[in-house]
């Protein structure tokens, strides 16, 4: 068994799954281990004299971390100590103090009539990885009359059931309920209802290790209503009783 530690701080959660991992073929086993930032592998054959590389994926941490050394081991079956720890060359695993972005973000709107539901499809992608349990919040919502919720209908596959919505600030509070890809779309839906009349506005985006973008689009703009250009009726008879 070998085993890789040091890497402490990473936001990825304690798995077995070696798929989730992205790990190197050449082993039948891999556990991780969030608290003790430490990867356990067990080998499915026999390791030669022959260079052996090992690449598996894991998530920076949300913040700043201590430097992290990683080190590797090796034990038998039986949990003989084969190879001493040794440290590895380099400090690895740092998280960047750089602010990520999002790559991006859109939002697109179903009716411009005024009072009518309007169903809002925002689509979002990062410029990294951001962790399930990640705040994304939406601003600038304003002049909708839908009344705050703490639990306002979505729908998607990546940030649950339901957000915060206030209705003054016109802000939405999304919590991801899986991991936000910097190589995919993230998309949600939610309704909400036009107001009677107002300039369309144009929300901004943000998120925990992200900075603020605007959305390319404005909505929430209810244009007015048709009307008859030409409106008029006649008659054919005047004379009482007549048709």
């Given at each position: ?46 390791l ?81 990885a ?18 705050d919720?703490?639990c ?92």
């Open positions: 068994k070998i085993t890789l530690s040091g890497f402490l701080s990473s936001a990825t959660k304690s798995t077995h799954d070696s798929t989730s991992l992205s790990l190197s073929s050449g082993f039948s086993v891999a556990a991780w281990d969030r608290v003790a930032g430490s990867l356990s592998l067990t080998l499915s054959a026999a030669t004299a022959s260079s052996t590389t090992i690449s598996f994926r894991l998530l920076n941490p949300t913040s700043a971390a201590s430097t992290n050394t990683p080190q590797i081991s090796a034990v038998s079956s039986l949990d003989v100590v084969l190879i001493e720890p040794v440290t590895l060359p380099s400090n690895l695993f740092k998280a960047s103090t750089a602010t990520g972005t999002w790559t991006t973000a859109t939002i697109a709107e179903s009716s411009t009539v005024p009072e009518a539901a309007n169903t809002l499809t925002i689509t979002l992608k990062p410029s990294v951001l962790p399930a349990g990640t705040t994304v919040t939406v601003t600038g919502l304003t002049g909708s009359s839908t009344s919720s703490p306002l209908a979505l729908t998607g596959s990546f940030f649950g059931s339901s957000g915060v919505w206030t209705k003054n600030t016109g802000t939405l509070v999304l919590t991801a309920s899986a991991q936000l890809l910097e190589t995919a779309d993230s998309v949600l839906s939610l309704s909400l209802t036009n107001p009677t009349s107002q300039t369309a506005v144009t929300p901004s985006v943000s998120a925990t290790g992200t900075g603020t973008v605007p959305f390319g689009q404005a909505v929430l703009g209810p244009t007015a209503l048709s009307t008859f250009t030409t409106a008029a009726v006649g008659e054919s008879v005047s004379v009482p009783g007549g048709v």
